[in-house]
């Protein structure tokens, strides 16, 4: 059986992150269907010029960006664990969108933290060395 080590912790933190990303920008995308934001004083933004609710245009698109990004971290999340001598590669990925999901509009904040530690502990991560006396 060949044991290799894994970067257990940034997989875990990376995977929990990913998914927040995920849930915010999801609740973003629907917030204007569902009126949680905008009936306050204004008088609703979601019946704004002619009620036409489009959720491409909303805030730009930008939501988008953090639904690309949460799923980009999951993804980087998972080949982490799958191919832990990549870490390096992995844990960049795992950054870079963590990063990006800020762009997203509602990462949850959380999200992007817990995807930033566990991004940077992948960076960090450091194999043990093989014992070479038992081989032969």
Same mark, same amino acid.
Request: glycine share 18%; no cysteine; net charge neutral.
């Given at each position: ?9 940034? +997989? +875990?933190? #990376?995977?929990? *992150?990913? &998914?927040?990303?995920?849930? *915010? #920008?999801? &609740?973003?995308?629907?917030?204007? /269907?569902? @009126? %949680?934001? $905008? ?6 933004? =979601? ?5 036409? %609710? =489009? ?7 930008? %939501?988008?960006?953090?639904?690309? #990004? @949460?799923?980009? !971290?999951?993804?980087?999340?998972? /080949?982490? =664990? ?7 590669? %992995?844990?960049?990925?795992?950054? +870079?969108?963590? !990063? ?6 509602? #990462?949850?904040?959380? @999200? ?5 530690? $566990? ?18």
């Amino acid at each position: 059986m060949d044991f290799e080590e894994r970067p257990t912790i940034a +997989v +875990v933190l #990376s995977l929990i *992150g990913g &998914m927040l990303i995920l849930l *915010g #920008s999801t &609740m973003t995308f629907f917030m204007p /269907m569902y @009126g %949680w934001m $905008g009936y306050g004083m204004m008088g609703g933004f =979601n019946h704004m010029m002619g009620g036409f %609710w =489009n959720p491409f245009v909303f805030i730009g698109g930008l %939501w988008l960006i953090g639904l690309m #990004s @949460g799923l980009l !971290v999951i993804i980087g999340a998972a /080949m982490l =664990n799958a191919r832990p001598a990549e870490h390096t590669a %992995w844990g960049t990925i795992i950054l +870079v969108f963590s !990063v990006i999901s800020f762009l997203g509009m509602g #990462s949850l904040l959380i @999200g992007a933290i817990l995807g930033i530690i $566990g991004g940077a502990l992948a960076l960090g991560f450091k194999p043990a060395a093989k014992d070479k006396e038992g081989e032969r």
